[in-house]
């Protein structure tokens, strides 16, 4: 099977602007969920979509959203872009959810300048 | 949420085992001990996990302490693709969010 697949890889923004990230899980996996990972943080979690739902949420603001398609696809919107954003942002899909082994994607890199 | 401490950096030769040692004093009795890696510019690699008895599987072994507030990770013969940083984490049964702090960065010498 085709492992977690992530889109772009490297992304360069500048502040302000929004950025639209892209998963695609596993084969057969429904549960998407997606992670911050920075050297002063550590990875932190997003939230994590089943079924098209958001079903979990982490203690990020608003500007952060994600939505997830019947393929179980993914994607994740950051809107009005800090410096504080930039980071490794990471997807993670398992078959039925955050109690499950979470295999991880590559990542997307951002920079926000 | 129960906190994990584990050393910043260890260094280990080829064909050595690495045991990675992680804290984890105020572990609830519910609280599963995960580990997880990651290989430079790829995302985190789930290794193994245990409650209360030793684990093994074909990546590493687990041993836990039996007070469970430490455990340690063997790596029996460390390759340079073991080259990564660690993370051990605990994972509670009614919060399976995943978070994790610095890790161990193993440095595996030829």
């Known amino acids: 099977k085709a492992g977690v697949t992530q889109t772009p890889r490297y992304l360069i923004k500048t502040r302000g602007q929004q950025v639209t990230l892209s998963c695609s899980p596993i084969s057969g996996h429904r549960s998407v969920s997606w992670y911050q990972q920075t050297p002063g943080q550590g990875l932190q979690f997003l939230f994590e979509y089943f079924s098209e739902t958001q079903r979990n949420k982490g203690n990020f603001p608003g500007r952060f959203s994600g939505r997830q398609f019947s393929n179980s696809r993914s994607e994740m919107n950051v809107s009005t872009l800090e410096l504080g954003d930039s980071a490794l942002y990471l997807c993670?899909?398992?078959?039925?959810?955050?109690?499950?082994?979470?295999?991880f994607g590559p990542g997307t890199r951002l920079l926000v300048l | 949420d129960a906190k994990t401490t584990q050393p910043n950096s260890m260094e280990s030769n080829e064909e050595e085992p690495v045991h990675l040692p992680c804290n984890h004093s105020?572990?609830?009795?519910?609280?599963?001990i995960h580990w997880y890696r990651q290989l430079p510019s790829q995302g985190p690699e789930y290794v193994i996990h245990g409650l209360t008895s030793n684990v093994n599987n074909r990546m590493a072994s687990l041993a836990i302490a039996e007070d469970r507030k430490s455990s340690t990770l063997i790596l029996h013969r460390a390759t340079l693709r073991d080259a990564a940083v660690y993370y051990c984490i605990l994972r509670a049964s009614n919060d399976y969010k995943l978070s994790f702090g610095a890790g161990t960065t193993v440095t595996v010498r030829a």
């Open positions: 105020t572990i609830s009795g519910t609280d599963y």
């Open positions: 993670a899909s398992s078959l039925n959810g955050l109690q499950e082994t979470q295999y």
